[in-house]
């Protein structure tokens, strides 16, 4: 069975890259009909953000991706947290000393110092010198310090691995190589150690990580040949840069993944559009159902160069997401960010609901990103409207412009049939009768009955707010001009 994880550190929020890796695991796991596995790589207790953990999972569960086995949900290869995993690194940690292959290394933070400061002066590469391993364990013993589980890498050669997303051969000189640390002197294990033991454990066939990693690779091969286990498939998949080709950052856009969600991001936009930063079906198109993306998703799609973070592209699919919502489905989508604003009460009756509804349906078309609702959306549930100036010194202070208003008000306020298409023929007429044809009307009364020069439909926002806010807005501008 296809097995595959992803495999966090609860040391801050995830990023895009984080999520991006888990979508590439989930999708692989649901085409192949596999398992996706969760797990906890808790054992850098010194960099724990409390908050952190939960606030991933509930990324995941946003966007719908549902872990197989992992926290709170329990399987057959338990423990899924690292912390609570420490007497099984402890035991091969030991079968590698006892075999020769790890030894104990009591050097002090201060000679590690002192030995990188005069391997910089020497203008060499920085690296231990492997003072420990050539010590008898009567002489490590001796010292009495505490001590870290180093493995000893081979000297000379090179070691080599078949890259499927590159399709070749990779090789590495051995003699540029570390003995890495196992275990830290707090008897916790570092990643590379506990992430091949875990791995390995919990049979999982395929890991999907960043291709920064390929330049660990000989740590995995030997600890893996070290340990007589096969590896898994390692899938090293693409960076994700920024426009300007320099690494991702907050000047591209790209902050932590929950403040997407806080945006008004939807999942379907955020997988799809992730789903496609480093992966292709060799076809040209953008849109991909969650259903399509499972069932095209294959290893041999992803790409072998940078991915390029282009937010803009992100904000265009959301709006296209969004305007694929049912009006009762955007309700409950924006209902959150017009309540946090006090737009809409926080136990709206079914008047209020409605009204809403129809609001909604006025600016859907134009929403790209939920957050957005409250802002558009304002002048409908304000009594006090916010003017643009633009649209008061263009508009509302010309000499003749209270006489139109006023014109159109009288007309509005007899008018029997309060249909858009009656609204629009009497604003127009009236406009004719006051001398401000076309333009010349509609603009004013835009502004009068919305504070702003641009928004949705005029005539469907008047027959929204209903005659008598329309009227009194109206009288309102007026006298303001």
């Known amino acids: 069975m296809i097995r595959v994880r992803f495999a966090p ?17 989930w999708l692989y796991a649901r085409h192949t009909g596999g398992k996706f596995v969760l797990r906890i790589e808790d054992t850098d207790q010194a960099r724990y953000v409390e908050g952190a953990l939960e606030e991933m999972m509930n990324d995941l569960r946003w966007m719908g991706m549902q872990w197989d086995e992992g926290p709170e949900v329990g399987g057959d290869f338990g423990p899924y947290f690292q912390s609570e995993r420490l007497d099984i690194y402890h035991k091969y940690a030991g079968e590698l000393i006892a075999a020769g292959k790890a030894y104990k290394c009591y050097c002090t933070s201060e000679r590690l110092t002192e030995m990188r400061e005069a391997q910089q002066a020497a203008g060499k590469t920085t690296g231990y010198d492997r003072r420990c391993r050539s010590l008898s364990e009567a002489e490590l013993e001796s010292s009495g310090k505490p001590y870290v589980v180093r493995f000893a890498m081979p000297e000379s050669g090179t070691s080599s691995y078949q890259d499927v997303v590159r399709g070749s051969e990779l090789s590495f000189d051995n003699s540029l190589q570390d003995d890495f640390v196992m275990l830290k002197s707090d008897g916790f294990p570092t990643y590379n150690f506990a992430s091949v033991v ?111 973070f282009d937010s803009s592209k992100l904000l265009w699919m959301n709006g296209v997401y969004i305007r ?12 959150p960010y017009l309540q946090e604003v006090g737009l809409v009460p926080e136990n709206p009756d079914e008047p ?47 000499p003749e412009t209270p006489a139109v208003l006023e014109h159109v008000a009288e007309r509005i306020e007899s008018l029997g049939d309060w249909s858009v298409e009656a609204i629009e023929a009497t604003v127009r007429e009236a406009g004719v009768e006051a001398g401000a044809e076309g333009g010349k009307v509609i603009h004013p009364v835009r502004v009068s009955v919305t504070g702003r020069t641009t928004g949705p439909g005029l005539f469907e926002t008047m027959e929204a707010l209903g005659r008598e806010k329309v009227v009194q807005r109206l009288r309102n501008a007026a006298g303001r001009a």
């Open 9 to 25: 550190s609860p040391t801050g929020s995830p990023h895009i890259g984080n999520i991006r890796t888990a979508i590439f695991d």
């Open 352 to 398: 209020t609901l409605t009204y809403t509804k129809k609001v909604l349906a006025l600016i859907h078309d134009r929403l790209k990103l939920l957050s957005e609702a409250p802002e558009m959306s304002e002048f409908f549930f304000k009594d006090d409207l916010t003017f643009e100036q633009k649209g008061v010194d263009k508009w509302l202070a010309k």
């Open 324 to 335: 694929q919502k049912s009006i009762d489905e955007l309700l409950a989508l924006c209902l």
């Open 198 to 308: 875990d791995d390995h454990l919990m049979e999982i066939s395929h890991v999907f990580r960043g291709e920064e990693y390929i330049s660990s690779m000989p740590k995995y091969i030997y600890l893996y040949e070290a340990l007589g286990w096969e590896q898994p498939v390692w899938v090293h998949v693409p960076l994700i840069l920024g426009p300007d080709k320099s690494k991702l950052s907050k000047r591209h856009g790209a902050v932590n993944f929950s403040s997407y969600i806080g945006e008004g991001y939807l999942p379907e936009a955020m997988i799809n559009f992730l789903a496609l930063l480093g992966w292709s079906d060799s076809g040209d198109k953008d849109l991909y159902t969650i259903d399509e993306l499972v069932e095209r998703f294959d290893i041999s799609g992803i790409i072998n160069h940078p991915a390029i």
